[in-house]
């Protein structure tokens, strides 16, 4: 498990600043509202928002700085220009740290699958992320998941197996399959049938004799 804090400094904006003038300086026009915080416009330095996504993700705290205090926020949603990629907005969610919030972790798959090394079976990977509940300063950057016990075909690793961090509460259904061992397939290609020679020489011979007796 690992629990990454980190800060980023934000500037206030006016609903009236245009949105394209500040993509241009290098910064991303955001949001910031949710617990003890009125809905506020600001902008945050693109680079350093990278940055931070990277350490932090979705479902850690973060401290954003505003002009006169401290927030600590998670990030709620991130808008990308759907072909360069680069972030467009962000949506920032002031939370209480004395209160537990419920929050999206990714899943990160360790170990190999002694069945799909064998060649007994396939590894799929049915779930990426789980619900979970905890205090902010104890939410998980992610949960690590052990292959190594996909010895056989239709092994399975389902939500129940995984083992909570410390003071975190998994809240996704514990039926939910995170990784199974699916039996090999193999695509059989179309036959085509094969072109009888033969009776394209013919066809092409009456053409051709056709074609001479409508010249005469």
Request: no cysteine; charged share 30%; aromatic share 2%.
């Amino acid at each position: 498990m690992v629990i990454v804090m980190n800060k980023l400094t934000a500037t206030m904006r006016s609903k009236t600043d245009k949105l394209g003038d500040i993509r241009k300086s290098g910064m991303v026009p955001a949001v910031v509202y949710g617990a003890r915080v009125e809905n506020t416009t600001i902008s945050v330095s693109s680079v350093d928002f990278e940055k931070v996504l990277k350490a932090v993700g979705e479902s850690s705290t973060l401290t954003l700085e505003l002009k006169d205090k401290k927030v600590e926020v998670l990030i709620h949603e991130v808008q990308r220009d759907p072909i360069k990629g680069f972030p467009m907005h962000v949506d920032f969610l002031a939370i209480d740290v004395n209160k537990p919030v419920i929050v999206v972790v990714p899943i990160e798959f360790i170990g190999v699958a002694p069945a799909e090394k064998n060649s007994l079976g396939i590894l799929v990977k049915t779930l990426h992320e789980i619900e979970v509940e905890a205090l902010p300063k104890d939410l998980p950057h992610n949960i690590e998941v052990d292959l190594s016990s996909l010895e056989n075909l239709d092994d399975q690793i389902r939500v129940e197996d995984i083992k909570a961090p410390a003071n975190v509460t998994i809240k996704t259904d514990g039926e939910e399959v995170l990784a199974i061992i699916a039996p090999m397939t193999e695509e059989v290609a179309e036959e085509t049938p094969s072109a009888d020679l033969s009776s394209i020489e013919v066809e092409k011979k009456g053409k051709k004799e056709e074609e001479n007796t409508n010249k005469e």
